[in-house]
């Protein structure tokens, strides 16, 4: 569960955010929307005491991990935070809690940085790649470029030896730079990188009177959208840089997530699942919502002040919003050899109609098929090492010595 202290409220103004236009959403009149919704901006101290000791309480596992998100969490000022910690210690029963905290990075400071090395907060930093590709949307609120500005905190957060990873989100202006990205978070010093893309509809091609998320059939993208192919152009050129020599010393989430697959366990990320739901979101108002890509007035499971959080995140709205993933699939989909390496991707990128089709098909399809096919016999080579005993960066040599020849 991602919990959103600040709502949509945020110290940059990213064009292809598509959090931003949740402010119209939250401050709409109660009465225009099908349930009652409490407006906030900002988490208040009872909802947040409520949050802390009812998520904890709904798990029966040893270690809880609290995911902090925006708009940007630092908004919520850094008081918020450290009673966020002294409620953890008071509900933990016994519980390992653990705290991530997905930022801008332009807030923090040498007393942010301190507080996050003090309690053991994993920071991840979105930063897009080069400076000339971050600065093109990731601009602040006056109109400032940030990428010096991130490269600075990144330098107090290692100097203070917090962990941190990077979110780079893929667009109209990097999906052919993946060779130079990769190179960029290196220098950086990130060792675990995730890679989103970006794939949002024009607003006024969303059908959305009935509070869901149901783009029209001529929807058409917005500029900042990565083409079609561009996922995975950009996902190939990265993993051929990360092949070469750093399998084992740095860590790409959907690598990880698809050697996962090839082993036959789960997948760790939602979009190469068989079924989602499992990324919830919480809003500063106690709001819950099914997912932090469907924060729609349809989307809104309930109110924690009303009713308990487990039963919300059971419930049955949930449980059929997390099933639609593998049921809601194109005939063309179910028929694909390579369906159980992503399961139709995310519900939300699934706005390409097909002739004769009752579903549609995902936008990055061909992206999924080109990354798929093109690592499958490097991933191949790793489950082999690791069922032998190995590990998977044996395969570096193997593959080196094959280019080779």
């Not at 905290?101 to 090395?117: L, P």
């Not at 993946?178 to 024009?202: C, D, N």
């Not at 070469?244 to 036959?264: N, Q």
């Amino acid at each position: 569960m991602m919990a959103k202290p600040a709502s949509y409220r945020c110290n940059l103004k990213c064009d292809y955010c598509f959090y931003l236009e949740k402010e119209q959403m939250m401050q709409q009149p109660a009465e225009k929307k099908p349930q009652p919704v409490a407006t906030a901006e900002q988490m208040s101290d009872a909802v947040l005491k409520r949050y802390v000791r009812d998520y904890i309480g709904s798990q029966d596992t040893d270690e809880i991990d609290f995911a902090w998100q925006g708009g940007e969490p630092t908004l919520a000022g850094l008081d918020f935070y450290r009673n966020v910690v002294k409620y953890q210690q008071q509900y933990a029963d016994g519980k390992t809690i653990t705290n991530s905290f997905q930022t801008n990075a332009v807030a923090i400071n040498r007393q942010w940085a301190q507080f996050f090395a003090d309690n053991n907060f994993l920071i991840g930093v979105s930063v897009d790649g080069a400076p000339e590709v971050h600065d093109k949307y990731r601009i602040s609120v006056n109109g400032k470029p940030t990428f010096e500005r991130v490269k600075h905190a990144i330098s107090l957060l290692k100097e203070f030896n917090v962990q941190f990873n990077t979110l780079t989100v893929i667009n109209d202006q990097n999906w052919s730079k993946g060779k130079e990205t990769y190179h960029t978070l290196k220098a950086l010093g990130s060792e675990h990188l995730q890679f989103i893309p970006i794939v949002e509809v024009e607003q006024h091609c969303q059908q959305s009177n009935s509070g869901h998320y149901s783009p029209t059939a001529d929807a058409t993208l917005t500029h900042f959208s990565v083409p079609a192919h561009g996922y995975g152009q950009f996902m190939t050129a990265i993993f051929d840089e990360w092949i070469k020599e750093d399998v084992g010393r740095i860590f790409v989430r959907m690598f990880d997530s698809m050697l996962a697959t090839w082993m036959g366990y789960p997948a760790s990320v939602c979009v190469q699942a068989k079924e989602c739901g499992q990324a919830m979101v919480i809003e500063a108002n106690g709001d819950l919502y099914s997912c932090d890509h469907y924060v729609y007035p349809a989307n809104r499971l309930g109110n924690i002040a009303l009713t308990n959080i487990g039963k919300l995140a059971t419930s049955k709205q949930q449980q059929r919003f997390g099933s639609a993933k593998s049921t809601k699939l194109t005939s063309q989909c179910q028929q694909c050899e390579l369906r159980a390496l992503c399961h139709g991707g995310c519900p939300k990128h699934r706005i390409t109609p097909i002739a004769g089709e009752k579903h549609k098909q995902n936008y990055l399809c061909a992206s999924y098929q080109q990354i798929f096919r093109h690592t499958a016999p490097a991933m191949h080579l790793m489950v082999q090492e690791i069922q032998r005993g190995g590990v998977a960066a044996s395969v570096m040599p193997l593959l080196a010595n094959m280019d080779a020849h």
